[in-house]
């Protein structure tokens, strides 16, 4: 099948919207979403914003995780995020019962202490992650 060639932003971009068909084909593949660091912030949005409800787990870079996380994801069936945060460490987390942005920066503070992840390895800014979790919260 195709969709073992192509990664889910490209699957989605390529053939969601197509048919009925092709949307099913699509939106089963992308229950399991793969970001690749290469991704541009237009391209992760315009995938996201068709397929977020989907999404059962997300495995991405840490480095992308303010465009992953916009305020305007639901991610309503997200259970697992796996999170890479160097070429040497990954960790997944499990989020059913808890907040998505809440577990992930718990994490990086954990790999912060042990020396696995620097602050200066991304570009979030923590008084944003603050403004999210209240919002996520609230809904």
């Known amino acids: ?3 073992v060639y192509l990664n889910s932003i490209d ?3 390529a053939f969601y ?5 092709f949307n099913s084909l699509v939106l089963q593949s992308s229950r399991h979403f793969i970001i690749p660091n290469e991704t541009s912030k237009e391209s992760l949005i315009k995938s996201l914003s068709s397929v977020e409800n989907i999404i059962e787990k997300i495995y991405f870079d840490v480095k992308l995780l303010s465009q992953v996380f916009l305020c305007t994801y639901s991610f309503s069936n997200l259970h697992s995020v796996l999170l890479r945060c160097s070429t040497s460490a990954s ?3 499990n989020v059913k019962c808890y907040s998505p942005l809440a577990a992930i920066f718990s994490c990086m503070n954990v790999l912060r202490l042990c020396n696995i992840y620097s602050e ?5 800014d923590e008084g944003d992650y603050e403004e999210r979790t209240r919002n996520e919260r609230v809904s």
Not at 17 to 21: A, D
Not at 120 to 124: G, L, N, Q
């Open 1 to 3: 099948m195709i969709t």
């Open 120 to 124: 200066h390895d991304d570009d979030y």
């Open 11 to 13: 699957l989605v971009q």
């Open 91 to 93: 960790v997944e987390l």
């Open 17 to 21: 919207g197509l048919n009925r068909r």
